[in-house]
């Protein structure tokens, strides 16, 4: 059974930072795509960075530059951790984070180069972890 646990959320001031971890255990495919995406109450969810086996990385315009998806797994990929560093928080990035995850050796499926978003079609997700943002 594959499970994803998300932890860091919390409350930061304007301009602040914070990095979330995700722990991913039971994964039992060779590749993947794994992600954070996003969702404030009532607006539809957002994708915000992609990571896959290889560690290639890609990210929505909305937070280029400010956060970074990193990932740590063992070999087998028995257990992965996935963490979303981010810099410069703004109050429009205060949303539930969930960190989420797919079948499949690559994130382009995911990445609309026409707007610079990114899709939240997965097959696998945690419970999320809260971020708030202050002025």
């Known amino acids: 059974q594959v499970q994803l646990v998300e932890s860091g959320g919390g409350a930061v001031q304007s301009g602040g930072s914070l990095k979330l971890s995700c722990v991913v255990s039971?994964?039992?495919?060779?590749?993947?795509?794994m992600a954070w995406i996003r969702q404030v109450s009532g607006k539809e969810r957002e994708g915000v960075a992609t990571?896959?086996?290889?560690?290639?990385?890609?990210?929505?315009?909305s937070v280029k530059g400010r956060f970074t998806i990193s990932q740590f797994a063992s070999q087998d990929n028995a257990n992965i951790t996935l963490y979303l560093e981010m810099n410069n928080l703004q109050r429009e990035d205060a949303a539930m984070y969930y960190c989420?995850?797919?079948?499949?050796?690559?994130?382009?499926?995911?990445?609309?180069?026409?707007?610079?978003?990114?899709?939240?079609?997965?097959?696998?997700w945690g419970q999320g972890t809260q971020v708030t943002v202050s002025s």
């Open positions: 989420a995850a797919d079948v499949g050796s690559t994130c382009w499926r995911y990445y609309n180069e026409y707007d610079g978003t990114l899709g939240t079609e997965f097959g696998y």
């Open positions: 039971g994964y039992p495919y060779r590749t993947y795509c």
């Open positions: 990571i896959d086996s290889d560690g290639d990385t890609l990210y929505a315009n």
